[in-house]
């Protein structure tokens, strides 16, 4: 485990400032990008826009600064967790698949699920780098940007936690104004003086103390600077743009600027491709550090080669066993049934055995969201019943017959009833176990919303009670879910502009959850609302999708 000396710099939780999009809000969308040629088109458009700079990651990779890319994390945790010699593929490859379905907040959330809180240990590490490291020719780039006037105001983003950029601001003879999630920015921080900058941290930083790297605890906690910041033209440099916690602040209507080292593999990374195809936005294909040095801010050759993290001696043997079986569980139908069928039939002591439960639990009801029409499904869900009967156990039976069968309404109320029955057994509700699959907010909605689909009589229209329940457990997947249940509902009402936005609301949630077909069949939805809205008989109790 993580030690217990070690300080913990991240945002303590709470529940307030909460962002939620609306659900049923329009998000206009073109078929291909806008895509400048070359970076005197981009430096052309820096020139005239004059945007706020927002970076990622890369900006302290190189030396001396030395820190390891978002990516780089990612690839690390990825590489102690998936064993060799699956599905038949090179690991390497295998693991280059799976990094956009597995952001980093995603998979620390993923340690959290099995008791190990690697976020911590993983922060301080972190924090004692940036005591030792320097700024970088990529930090003083910005900081000559902002000193040249080339900005419309002295704002700036980041996502990084250290504080590298700001020792640059201050190198340059700035007085840098830092904020984070723990608090609002002030007054003095949204109107800086004569020769100051705000410098604004969205996932917290080590100055700030209020670092935040999973999106449970994120989603909850992540206020956003003022909106009259993120009304100006913003260029985003080195940022994947596909983060669950921030997408939704990503999409307002003001001209944007998106660096891609490759376009045509960032379109394949469906959120960031949704983002990417809009209006508004111009998308510079090539080097960041070939933009900065046509705009005359770069001169020096920088590596931008990242290090990775050895973690094999950071994390318990029985850790990475299980986030291997769920790992793969979570790519493989097959596996996930194999996994839970050995866990069904093993004595595993408490919690472990739950906890592995919970975990193989979790895989299988996301293949369920994500359209995975396998027919083991439903006897592997009343096999496990016979050993740990709950109430979200029998929605997910119902989730699946909805989606894969024309079921008779004698067979969904039987579902809805054994759900019912389960949960008047729990000693406690909702379920423990159902909240660690699937979160206490999703756990609260959940049968809600599927009995409001099959019963005319229980239907309620009010989106707050779709959407905010999985989005107070920060279930991403489980948003999705909800919001696909929403469309279908307004629908069903013959409100064909309002459903459309919902499916396509629902798409991007179910894309950032890594379930990439369910999103795309959403997507598909919101593209062709009029030939669904013919097709479907809307006294079906199937979900057509």
């Not at 690839?75 to 799976?98: A, C, Y």
């Not at 997408?247 to 944007?256: A, R």
Request: aromatic fraction near 10%; proline fraction near 7%; charged fraction near 25%.
């Amino acid at each position: 485990m993580p030690r217990e000396d070690e300080e913990d710099f991240r945002l303590e939780t709470r529940t307030e400032w909460v962002f939620a999009a609306k659900p049923d809000r329009e998000v206009e969308r073109i078929p291909s990008p806008n895509k400048l040629e070359g970076e005197e088109a981009a430096a052309d458009w820096v020139r005239e826009k004059k945007p706020l700079l927002w970076t990622g990651s890369i900006f302290s990779v190189p030396p001396p600064s030395g820190f390891p890319s978002g990516a780089a994390v990612t690839e690390s945790l990825l590489q102690l967790l998936i064993p060799h010699n699956v599905q038949g593929k090179p690991r390497q490859e295998l693991i280059w698949e799976m990094q956009p379905r597995w952001p980093l907040e995603n998979i620390l959330d993923l340690f959290k699920l099995v008791g190990f809180d690697l976020s911590k240990s993983l922060l301080s590490f972190f924090d004692e780098m940036n005591r030792e490291a320097s700024p970088n020719d990529l930090h003083r780039a910005i900081a000559q940007y902002y000193h040249d006037g080339l900005a419309s105001a002295p704002f700036f983003f980041t996502v990084n936690w250290d504080t590298l950029q700001e020792r640059a601001f201050r190198e340059m003879g700035f007085e840098a104004l830092v904020a984070g999630p723990r608090r609002r920015p002030d007054d003095e921080f949204d109107s800086p003086g004569d020769n100051s900058i705000s410098c604004f941290h969205p996932h917290g930083s080590f100055q700030t103390r209020d670092a935040v790297c999973s999106f449970r605890r994120e989603v909850h906690q992540l206020p956003i600077a003022s909106s009259r910041w993120l009304s100006r033209p913003i260029a985003f440099l080195g940022y994947s743009g596909y983060e669950p916690s921030l997408y939704d602040h990503l999409h307002g209507k003001q001209p944007q600027l998106w660096c891609v080292r490759k376009l045509e593999d960032d379109m394949k990374i469906p959120a960031k491709r949704r983002i990417l195809c809009r209006p508004n936005v111009s998308v510079y294909e090539g080097d960041l550090r070939k933009l900065l040095t046509c705009l005359g801010l770069l001169s020096a050759e920088i590596n931008l080669d990242s290090n990775y993290l050895a973690l094999e001696s950071k994390v318990p043997g029985k850790v990475i066993d299980l986030l291997s079986i769920a790992l793969i569980s979570s790519i493989n139908p097959n596996a996930c049934l194999f996994a839970l069928s050995s866990e069904l039939s093993s004595a595993y002591p408490e919690p472990e055995a739950a906890i592995r439960y919970c975990v193989i639990m979790k895989c299988l009801t996301d293949h369920i969201r994500d359209r995975v029409n396998n027919p083991e499904f439903l006897p592997a869900l009343i096999a496990a019943s016979a050993k740990r009967n709950t109430e979200q156990l029998w929605i997910s039976a119902l989730a699946y017959v909805l989606r894969h069968q024309e079921p008779s309404i004698a067979t969904v109320l039987e579902l809805l009833d054994r759900a019912q029955n389960a949960a008047a057994a729990s000693p406690k509700l909702p379920d423990p176990i159902d909240e660690a699959i699937l979160t206490p907010g999703t756990t609260y909605g959940r049968t809600k919303v599927y009995r409001d689909f099959v019963e005319e009589s229980a239907r309620s229209l009010l989106p707050g009670e779709y959407i905010m329940p999985p989005f107070f457990g920060g279930d991403l997947a489980g948003i999705g879910e909800f919001a696909e249940l929403l469309a279908f509902e307004y629908l069903r009402k013959g409100d064909l502009g309002r459903a459309r936005n919902i499916f396509d609301y629902a798409a991007s949630r179910l894309y950032l959850s890594g379930n990439w077909n369910a999103g795309r069949l959403n997507e598909l939805a919101y593209l062709n609302i009029d030939r669904l809205a013919g097709c479907w008989d809307r006294k079906s109790l199937r979900i057509p999708l």
